[in-house]
């Protein structure tokens, strides 16, 4: 058995303690040590609560902060408290006949002392401390065991391929197998994570009930796993799907995994409400959001509502690509001529930012690291205050020089803009080949006039809205609702689940279904996008559907109960349609989604601001069951 000896441990806490500016060494530096000794105590036992040392290294750093960049005193004495673990730890050593302390004896000691940092951290992350102390005590090697190979057979139906990355994380997490079988790769998302249904089968053969497996980037999947604790695990009803075990969070690996139950729909196959929706009968389809998927999680989620009074910035910003791009500049002073972003942004002169302008940000707080691309993503905010809005990207860093964790607020930052957000939207108007110019204040196509999305998305960020707030599952598209049993509703994929503007969610599913129910029925090309905006001024004059495809006309009914859903937590349909017109634009830029979907939702947000504007004049007093005084007459030839 070999243990990493205190030295060691001493010479990489001061290191951590040097990186975060602290020119002391804390119990906090200690234990970010022991993490990161490879295959160590600390990082096995971890990874067994389904969580990874950088992971739990970043929660620490966020807690205590950077330091000052000036030092007061010169080495990097121990704290009172440093000293009282190390005492524990010689203690612990001679109790065993030794006089010198490796890493078991320091994290032993250090839980021992109870009421630190990394102990308060480790509580908040959902540890039991206890059981980990023992878990801890009785582990009789550092070396990590090995697990028997499991095989992985795929269905015959399955379409697609996995990475060996992929492969091997889902190996660990079914380690003690015999072999997994994935059946099928669920369809419907819009990001890189990957959601497979799973079979696994015991070494004698037998197999086991089938589960749903996210594989994704290990930050984001354990972020998944602590709101779903936080917002889902006690407002789900009985018979749901629900997160099985911890994840699985290799240390080798940049990917992670969680498993949740899953259930089979009547007939014994797996099945999304994308897929199952193409069977059902649009009636059925309607009765189906009502009764089943609104009242079995509105009583604890969306009905459970309170006031909410906030800018549209605030909850929708985020949905936008980053505010700029800067390319690191290396400055220890202010610039001449630098342009100063921080709280409260003024958003008009960040819209005069251009190519090469030297910027400064100050106290934005880091939400993403990557260090593959030297970059980091900044938001606005901090602590639960952080709204993700007014991101900006930082590239060319170093991190051999400089280090940087989620959480942590900077102080200042000097760049060159690279790129706009402005740019960027405009750029991917553009790839939808426009059959109309969108340089201007309007777009005008065929008998239709509507706002530019990409000249008035900027004035509708500072939309002061009242409106309410409950919990919200946060990405509501057709592939994360799965059937089950006698057609019940059962959600999965928490990864955005929070405390958020009540009618996202059925905004959220009322694009979904646009894009992937309605869309497929319409003509191709901008042709069929106009088919569907004629079918939704309809809707937004209180008629029913009508467009010139019977079938596309039927199918549009749903949206009907999507709104009428939607109308029971507004205020004002002013709110709907600033949402809309924003989730839209969002969806605009995925390229995820097929050409014609995203030249649907260009004319989608296009025709959301122009109601939105429409009801400024009346001053949100009309609603869509009711004809706008100056509604603008969009089929004058009908």
């Known amino acids: 058995m070999s243990y990493v000896p205190l030295k060691d441990i001493l010479i990489t806490a001061r290191q951590e303690a040097h990186r975060m500016r602290h020119y002391y060494l804390g119990v906090e530096h200690l234990f970010i040590a022991l993490l990161e000794i490879t295959n160590g105590l600390a990082s096995t036992t971890i990874a067994e609560y389904g969580l990874t040392p950088e992971y739990v290294i970043d929660a620490i750093r966020r807690k205590i902060g950077k330091g000052s960049r000036h030092r007061l005193w010169a080495g990097i004495p121990n704290t009172p408290r440093t000293e009282i673990v190390l005492d524990i730890a010689q203690d612990a050593a001679s109790e065993e006949g030794r006089d010198h302390i490796h890493e078991r004896d320091v994290l032993l000691a250090l839980l021992d002392e109870y009421d630190n940092m990394p102990v308060l951290v480790l509580r908040a992350l959902g540890i039991d401390i206890a059981q980990f102390r023992d878990t801890i005590f009785s582990r009789p090697s550092t070396s990590d065991a090995s697990q028997p190979f499991v095989k992985v057979d795929f269905a015959s139906s399955f379409e697609g391929s996995l990475s060996k990355e992929e492969l091997f994380v889902l190996r660990r997490m079914f380690h003690g197998y015999g072999q997994i079988r994935i059946e099928q790769l669920l369809t419907g998302g819009y990001t ?43 407002t789900l009803p009985p018979l749901t799907a629900r997160l099985e075990e911890k994840p699985t969070a290799p240390e080798s690996s940049d990917l992670a995994a969680i498993k949740y139950t899953f259930i089979t729909d009547n007939s014994g196959n797996p099945s999304t409400l994308a897929q199952a929706i193409t069977s ?83 106290n934005f707080t880091v939400q993403k690291v990557n260090p593959e691309r030297n970059a980091i993503q900044l938001a606005l905010g901090q602590g639960s205050h952080l709204t993700r809005a007014y991101q900006v990207e930082v590239r060319g860093l170093d991190f051999e ?62 939309t002061t809205i009242d409106s309410t707030l409950s919990t919200i599952h946060g990405d509501l598209h057709l592939g994360n609702i799965m059937i089950g049993p006698q057609d019940s509703p059962l959600l999965i994929d928490f990864g955005q689940t929070r405390e958020g503007h009540t009618i996202f969610d059925w905004i959220t599913l009322e694009m979904s279904l646009l894009n992937e129910l309605i869309q497929p029925l319409a003509s191709p ?20 559907p009508v467009t010139r495809n019977n079938e596309l006309t039927d199918a549009m009914s749903i949206i009907v109960t999507i709104r009428g859903i939607i109308a029971r937590h507004i205020n004002s349909w002013l709110e709907y349609y600033l949402a809309l017109s924003f989730v839209s634009l969002r969806a605009m830029t995925w390229q995820t989604l097929d050409l014609d979907n995203r030249r649907l939702m260009f004319l989608v947000s296009a025709l959301a601001m122009n109601e939105f504007e429409a009801l400024q004049v009346t001053g949100g007093t009309y609603s869509p069951h009711t004809e706008a005084p100056d509604a603008t007459d969009f089929m004058s030839n009908n």
Request: aromatic content about 12%; overall charge negative; hydrophobic content about 35%.
């Open 192 to 234: 890189t994570a990957r959601l497979l249904v799973v079979t696994p089968t015991q070494p004698d053969g037998r197999e086991d009930a089938a589960v749903v497996v996210k594989v994704g980037a290990t930050d984001a999947i354990l972020d998944e796993a602590q709101r779903y604790d936080r917002y889902v695990k006690g």
């Open 280 to 362: 059902w009968t649009h009636s059925y389809t309607q009765q189906w959001l009502e009764d089943s998927l609104y009242n079995g999680f509105g009583d604890r989620w969306w009905k459970q509502n309170r006031a909410y009074r906030f800018e549209a910035w605030q909850e929708y910003d985020w949905l936008l690509p980053p505010v700029l791009t800067l390319e690191v500049v290396q400055s220890d002073t202010t610039p001449p001529g630098v342009h100063i972003l921080r709280y409260p942004i003024k958003r008009q002169r960040v819209n005069t930012l251009q190519y090469g302008d030297l910027v400064m940000v100050e």
């Open 401 to 462: 020089q400089e280090m940087y964790f989620r959480g942590e607020i900077v102080e200042r930052f000097v760049g060159r803009v690279w790129k706009t957000r402005n740019e960027q939207l405009r750029n991917a108007a553009r790839s939808l080949e426009p059959e109309f110019d969108i340089s201007g204040q309007h777009i005008v196509y065929n008998e239709l006039r509507m706002p530019n999305p990409l000249e008035h998305y900027n004035a509708l960020l500072e």
């Open 525 to 544: 090309g901008w042709k069929g996008a106009y088919e569907i905006i004629e079918g939704l001024i309809s809707l937004n004059r209180g008629k029913q």
